[in-house]
């Protein structure tokens, strides 16, 4: 497939998607979000794919924002759309797909892009990274699953403060509030995804699979999180990997698993 404004790549058993709108600062516009779609299915359904990492092009900015100049004359019911779309094709399906996906947030996150971020299973971010949600700046709030998953990272008080001030916090400051898991230099950023990546391929795409699913439905209404872990538990018993695990562990050597 041609994609206009994001780029794919491939090395061993991790994918680069690259959102490439960098004279924009990589807003994202309706058609990035449909090409993100087919992107993250594609690579879902690649079983050689065992970590995405997503990032924005150039050393600005990850993601700042949704298409302000897209979204400026919506209407009530235009806008409900629009989120609900977003939700479906991008922001919940990156959450709950199987392969792990890593932000590595290059540069302002904000916004969508924030929340985009925040819908990815991991975040690594630069030190000259800058983090907001500064929808209320502009009259509206975040419609992407920000006033859901900011709560479910940093709490509702954090999550308040950063909302309702529109402001940005350091990459660090992120790290200390639990939006952030790891802060390195612009350059040591890929380094950093690539060896959290590497770490990850090694181990059962099958049994992430299931721990992914297990995590989320924490947050899932009228999901009880304890059984849905049962549930997946119990599913691992089925797989190959968990065969190929055990033995390995018998057999004293390093399993080299299948993900089936
Ligand atoms: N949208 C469109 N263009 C953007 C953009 C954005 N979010 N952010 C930056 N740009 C463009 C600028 O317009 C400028 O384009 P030209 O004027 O050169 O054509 C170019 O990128 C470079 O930006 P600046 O010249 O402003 O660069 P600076 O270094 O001076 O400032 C900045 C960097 C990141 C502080 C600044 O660009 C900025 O404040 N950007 C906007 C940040 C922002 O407010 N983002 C939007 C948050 S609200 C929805 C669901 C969700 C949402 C909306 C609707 N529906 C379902 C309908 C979510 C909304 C948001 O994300």
Request: glycine share 10%.
């Amino acid at each position: 497939m041609e994609y206009q404004n994001i780029l794919i790549e491939q090395k061993e058993t991790v994918q680069y998607i690259t959102i490439n709108r960098p004279k924009q600062l990589n807003a994202l516009n309706k058609q990035t979000i449909e090409e993100l779609n087919i992107a993250f299915t594609e690579a879902e359904e690649d079983s050689n794919t065992r970590v995405i990492i997503l990032t924005g092009a150039e050393d600005k900015a990850f993601v700042a924002g949704a298409d302000i100049k897209e979204f400026a004359n919506f209407s009530i019911e235009e806008g409900k759309l629009l989120s609900a779309e977003g939700h479906t094709k991008l922001f919940n399906f990156i959450e709950n797909l199987s392969t792990p996906v890593i932000a590595a947030v290059n540069g302002f996150a904000l916004g969508g892009g924030l929340e985009l971020a925040m819908a990815c299973h991991l975040r690594v971010a630069s030190n000259n990274a800058k983090l907001g949600l500064p929808e209320v700046s502009l009259g509206v709030i975040p419609g992407y699953g920000g006033t859901q998953r900011l709560a479910q990272l940093v709490g509702k008080g954090k999550a308040n403060e950063m909302i309702m001030t529109a402001g940005m916090i350091s990459a660090e400051e992120g790290q200390s509030w639990g939006l952030i898991n790891t802060v390195t230099t612009p350059e040591e950023l890929m380094p950093a995804c690539e060896k959290i990546a590497k770490k990850i391929s090694r181990n059962s795409p099958k049994a992430i699979s299931s721990a992914i699913a297990a995590v989320n439905a924490q947050y899932k209404e009228g999901v009880d999180g304890y059984l849905a872990e049962i549930t997946e538990f119990g599913k691992c018993f089925g797989t190959s990997d968990f065969k190929e695990g055990t033995s390995a562990f018998m057999e004293k050597r390093k399993a080299v698993f299948t993900g089936e």
